[in-house]
């Protein structure tokens, strides 16, 4: 899998080599934040694509009771997205209205 990089606004930035393409876990890590940050709905041509968050915050008030269930089915998304292998070390945690999630690809 090969990449363009981005700059921090998500810009793509133009290429003079292909040393300057992602590749590797890196280009792996840049497509899970691109998916995680397209929501559904959002890319008109391809309206089911995109992360749940609001479908999940319609069907369900967030609460440190779900979660769980929450960082699951974020995990399985993850799972889906090309390239990803296996997610490892999840950890949550709900901070007031703040909900933290990290793992390993």
């Known amino acids: 899998m090969i990449l363009r990089p981005v700059d921090a606004a998500g810009?793509?930035?133009?290429?003079?080599?292909?040393?300057?393409?992602?590749?590797?876990?890196?280009?792996?890590?840049?497509?899970?934040?691109?998916?995680?940050?397209?929501?559904?709905?959002?890319?008109?041509?391809?309206?089911?694509?995109g992360f749940f968050v609001l479908e999940f915050m319609r069907e369900e008030r967030f609460s440190e009771a779900n979660a769980g269930m929450f960082a699951s089915r974020v995990t399985e998304f993850i799972r889906g997205v090309e390239g990803v292998f296996e997610v490892d070390d999840v950890q949550f945690q709900v901070d007031g209205r703040v909900f933290r999630y990290s793992c390993q690809l």
């Open 11 to 49: 810009d793509i930035l133009p290429v003079s080599s292909s040393s300057d393409l992602l590749s590797g876990p890196e280009a792996v890590a840049r497509l899970v934040a691109y998916e995680l940050s397209l929501l559904k709905g959002d890319w008109w041509e391809y309206p089911e694509d």
